[in-house]
């Protein structure tokens, strides 16, 4: 039975990834300026699949291009606030009103909503509903369903063996609580900071998930974008800030056991830098990780193209086949990555708070 498990794991993820393979490219093709003589260019090609986008692109069957619109809200300080969907723009070929996504190698707007104002392009304040953000509240949704549902469960199986989705989740939830709150800031105090440290890990771990899904409504970049690692970050920054007691700022400020000419010229001065630094490397580390392995996979899907432009037709077959395997590969190892990256995030967060509450001893 295990062994069957297995075949239909590798199977599932094949289908992911020659799914993958080809709405990564055909998103390329959606977006590309179609002229005789361009060639197929990788680095756009994998920069337009990790990137946010005004729609959420599904796949391309011919010529048609399925995809879901999204809502485009915009303040102009022309033209005060517009509200419409981002099919008006018909895939970035076309503008609507005065606005259009702008193109261009070197735009540093490329990709982004600018208004033509005498002939000049002008960003307008942007609030729209983003693939990212529809993916945000994608997540948000399925979070709050699946805790308010095993809540109510533990409720009406009070004193009982857990069931279903609870003894799915039971068992992370009791990792946190015990092997990361409870073991980083003690048994005294850790209950105040858990529900913060429970949420952070599954928004990490299911985004995480959610973006080895190349189908709808997988498949975004949630965790791999630097403003959601930077929020992220930041609250654990507020929250250990004002978390910290005397005894915390007295060893930012005046190390205990370190001479006074160091305490008073240079240590302080690293120990405040510090405290800048921490939720710093929080933000980089799940923004690379995760945008590593999705960089990655999509290098591989693009040695098919290159070799099928390069040596026809078979050298892309061919190529595919070695792509394939080895996402399926990836997209294994890639489920480690994401409940490590969801662990260290919270474990590290545990650990300044921890630090920011030690009594003296």
Same mark, same amino acid.
């Given at each position: ?196 440290? $429970?949420?952070? &890990?599954?928004? /990490? @771990? ?11 409504? !997988? %498949? +975004? ?76 996979? $999509?290098?591989? &899907?693009?040695? /098919? @193209? ?11 077959? !061919? %190529? +595919? ?41």
């Amino acid at each position: 039975m295990f062994h069957n498990s297995k075949i239909g794991l590798v199977i599932l993820f094949s289908f992911f990834a020659m799914f993958f393979a080809q709405t990564a490219y055909s998103q390329h093709e959606e977006n590309k300026v179609e002229k005789a003589d361009e060639k197929f260019n990788p680095g756009e090609m994998i920069m337009e699949h990790v990137g946010d986008a005004y729609s959420w692109h599904i796949m391309t069957v011919g010529e048609h291009h399925i995809e879901i619109p999204l809502p485009v809200i915009l303040y102009s300080k022309h033209s005060g606030f517009h509200v419409f969907m981002s099919s008006k723009f018909h895939h970035g070929h076309d503008s609507y009103k005065s606005f259009k996504i702008a193109e261009g190698k070197e735009n540093p707007l490329k990709g982004k909503i600018v208004e033509m104002i005498d002939g000049k392009e002008v960003r307008p304040i942007d609030i729209s509903i983003t693939k990212n953000t529809l993916s945000l509240f994608i997540s948000i949704f399925l979070i709050f369903w699946l805790f308010i549902s095993i809540a109510k469960s533990y409720k009406k199986r009070e004193g009982k063996a857990p069931k279903g989705m609870q003894s799915l989740i039971e068992p992370l939830i009791i990792f946190v609580r015990d092997d990361v709150a409870k073991a980083s800031i003690g048994e005294k105090k850790y209950m105040k900071y858990l529900p913060y440290l $429970l949420s952070i &890990f599954f928004f /990490i @771990f299911f985004n995480n998930l959610l973006g080895l899904i190349p189908i709808f409504p !997988g %498949g +975004a970049n949630l965790t791999g974008n630097i403003a959601v690692t930077m929020v992220l970050a930041l609250f654990t920054f507020v929250i250990t800030t004002f978390s910290g007691n005397k005894n915390y700022w007295r060893h930012v400020f005046w190390g205990p056991g370190i001479p006074w000419w160091l305490n008073s010229t240079i240590m302080w001065i690293v120990e405040l830098m510090g405290l800048f630094i921490k939720p710093f490397v929080l933000m980089v580390r799940l923004f690379a990780n995760i945008l590593a392995g999705h960089i990655v996979a $999509l290098g591989f &899907f693009a040695l /098919i @193209f290159i070799f099928g432009a390069a040596y026809g037709a078979a050298a892309g077959y !061919g %190529g +595919a086949v070695f792509s394939v395997l080895f996402t399926v590969f990836l997209s294994m190892l890639e489920l480690l990555v994401a409940f490590i990256q969801a662990y260290v995030f919270t474990l590290l967060s545990a650990l300044y708070f921890g630090m920011a509450t030690e009594e003296h001893h």
